[in-house]
């Protein structure tokens, strides 16, 4: 097991114990769609990589339902939703701000040279991979394109 994994575990027990229901219902479901990863990729362990992006793509989730529900006026389903996502974000990684972002891609652009738009995709094929599970890949696109226009 991971140690995202076993805190998980942790968590989950803790969460009955305290009868916590939100964070009782987040937390089986996650370990749902983690039991669900390892089945598909028909492996007895997850790496602690893989349980990360489980629970990020499950964020990320939250969060377009939140916009969704805002949208469509449904403020308690939104609240529902803010609190999931609340629970969820305690286990992922602390996320770059706007300006560190901006920073690591000016560093990039100069270091390889990048000036035009048309040079979007290898900036973000080379920066990606350094902020992977730390931003948002939506968010470190805006900000490359704004800085290469």
Do not use: H
Request: net charge positive; hydrophobic share 40%.
């Amino acid at each position: 097991m991971s140690k995202l994994d076993d805190v998980l575990q942790k968590d989950l027990v803790d969460a009955m114990k305290a009868k916590d229901m939100d964070r009782l219902t987040v937390l089986r479901m996650l370990k749902t769609m983690l039991t669900n990863t390892k089945i598909q990729k028909q492996r007895e362990q997850l790496e602690e990589s893989e349980v990360l992006e489980v629970i990020q793509k499950q964020a990320k989730q939250r969060k377009e339902s939140i916009e969704s529900f805002e949208k469509a006026g449904r403020q308690d389903l939104a609240e529902k939703e803010k609190r999931e996502y609340a629970i969820l974000a305690k286990y992922l990684p602390e996320q770059l701000s706007d300006e560190q972002i901006r920073e690591l891609a000016v560093n990039a652009i100069q270091t390889l040279g990048l000036k035009t738009k048309a040079d979007l995709g290898r900036l973000m094929k080379e920066l990606m991979p350094s902020v992977k599970g730390k931003a948002d890949g939506k968010k470190v696109n805006e900000i490359i394109a704004s800085l290469l226009s």
